[in-house]
């Protein structure tokens, strides 16, 4: 079997040349560095759910959050606003207090309060 040299170099040639643009091709952007800050300063664990307005396919929970832990939950992109669902881990996880924000241009802190019979989920700012 014959090699021919030249076809094999130019292979090479044009797969360095693919190789070296998906290098300097640019990262995609998954979201935005506006964000939901939540910190629990209830006696439950805590469960929070997001429903982002617009973007479909995005919604996701921060589950069975303990006691003194914060956290956050960064906007999408292409969401325009979002509702946050509150819920405990000893209450079969239904919804127990609600909130909603509309503007996704800027951050939002909250604090979880009470007991587990009566969890609340309040603004504080940031």
């Not at 919604?59 to 956050?72: A, E, I, L, S």
């Not at 079969?92 to 802190?109: I, L």
Request: glycine fraction near 8%.
């Amino acid at each position: 079997m014959q090699v021919n040299h030249r076809a094999v170099f130019g292979l090479l040639a044009v797969g360095a040349a693919c190789f070296s643009t998906v290098l300097s091709a640019p990262a995609a952007y998954a979201g935005s560095d506006n964000y939901i800050q939540i910190t629990n300063s209830g006696a439950f664990l805590a469960n929070t759910c997001y429903k982002w307005r617009d973007a479909e396919g995005k919604n996701y929970c921060h589950k069975v959050r303990p006691v003194g832990d914060t956290w956050r939950a960064y906007f999408p992109a292409e969401a325009t606003g979002a509702k946050i669902d509150l819920s405990t881990s000893i209450v079969d996880y239904a919804t127990v207090d609600t909130t909603s924000v509309s503007d996704t241009n800027r951050n939002y802190c909250y604090t979880l309060t009470g007991a587990v019979d009566r969890p609340k989920i309040e603004e504080t700012g940031c």
